[in-house]
C-alpha cells in the first residue's frame, strides 16, 4: 500500500518504520527539516517537508494515489484538519490519534475510518497494570467497549491441562468472553482452542472480554495459583 503519514514525532516515525518492514510504500510529512533528513537518512523513508494542512504538500507527498492517511500529529485540531484534506482527495482509509474524545463526533465527520484514542488506551492500560497485573491488556476495541487481553495460566495447574469447555464453565467466563488464541511457551505458535483442546501450565491465553470481566479473571487466575 502506498500510506502517508503526517507528522515525523515519535508516533509517526514508529509506525512508518513498521510499515516500510512491512513492505509498504511510505512517505512522511513533517515541518521540520532537520527531522525529515535524519528520518530518511536513518531509515530510508521518503519524507516531505512541509505543512501536513496544506494541501499543495499533500499533493506533493502524492495524496491523490495514497491508500491510506494517517495522523500522527500532536494537536487533535491539526489532525482533524490533515484527516479532512484527504478525505476531500477520496483517500479510502483514514486513520487519526486522538488525544482529546471530544473531538471523536468531528473526526468521524472528517471522513476518519478509524480513531486511535490515545488517552482511553493509556488509563485502561494503567488500571489494568495496577489492578490486575496478571493481566495484560493488548489492545482496545471498539472505543474500549472490549478488549483483547493475554493472560499466562499459573503453573500450579496440573501437568496434565485442562480442557477448554471445562474451563469456560468457570463463572469468570460466563459472558462477554471469546477465546481468541492460545500461545503455547515451547512452540510459540498461536492457535485458535476448540473445545476439547487442553491447555497447560505456562500456556498464554489471548482473549476477547468486555470491561467488566477482567477483574473475574483475574480473580480466576489467583484461585488456580491456590490449588496444589
Known amino acids: 500500500m502506498y500510506i502517508i503519514v503526517a507528522g515525523g514525532g515519535i508516533a509517526g516515525t514508529t509506525i512508518s518504520r513498521h510499515l516500510l518492514d512491512r513492505k509498504h510504500d511510505v512517505v512522511v510529512i513533517d515541518w521540520d527539516r532537520e527531522k525529515c533528513e535524519e528520518l530518511y537518512a536513518h531509515t530510508g523513508i521518503v519524507t516531505v517537508h512541509g505543512d501536513a494542512k496544506n494541501i499543495e504538500v499533500l499533493k506533493e507527498a502524492g495524496i491523490e494515489r495514497a491508500d ?13 484538519t490533515f484527516a479532512l484534506l484527504a478525505h476531500s482527495m477520496n483517500v479510502p482509509r483514514i486513520i487519526v490519534k486522538m488525544r482529546d474524545p471530544a473531538y471523536r463526533q468531528a473526526y468521524h465527520m472528517a471522513g476518519a475510518s478509524s480513531i486511535c484514542d490515545m488517552n482511553s488506551m493509556f488509563t485502561n492500560k494503567v488500571l489494568t497494570e495496577l489492578e490486575s497485573p496478571k493481566i495484560k491488556v493488548i489492545t482496545e476495541i471498539e472505543h474500549g467497549e472490549a478488549q483483547l487481553i493475554m493472560f499466562e495460566l499459573p503453573k500450579s495447574l496440573p501437568s496434565t ?11 469468570a467466563f460466563a459472558k462477554d468472553c471469546v477465546f481468541a488464541g492460545v500461545m503455547d511457551e515451547r512452540s510459540e505458535r498461536i492457535v485458535v482452542p476448540r473445545g476439547s483442546d487442553r491447555l ?3 500456556n498464554k491465553v489471548f482473549m476477547v472480554i468486555g470491561n467488566q470481566g477482567i477483574s473475574a479473571i483475574e480473580k480466576y487466575l489467583e484461585k488456580m495459583e491456590k490449588v496444589k
Open 200 to 202: 497447560f501450565p505456562g
Open 68 to 80: 491510506a492517511a494517517l495522523a500522527a500529529l500532536y494537536k487533535d485540531e491539526d489532525n482533524l
Open 161 to 171: 491441562g485442562i480442557k477448554v469447555q471445562d474451563m469456560v464453565k468457570d463463572p
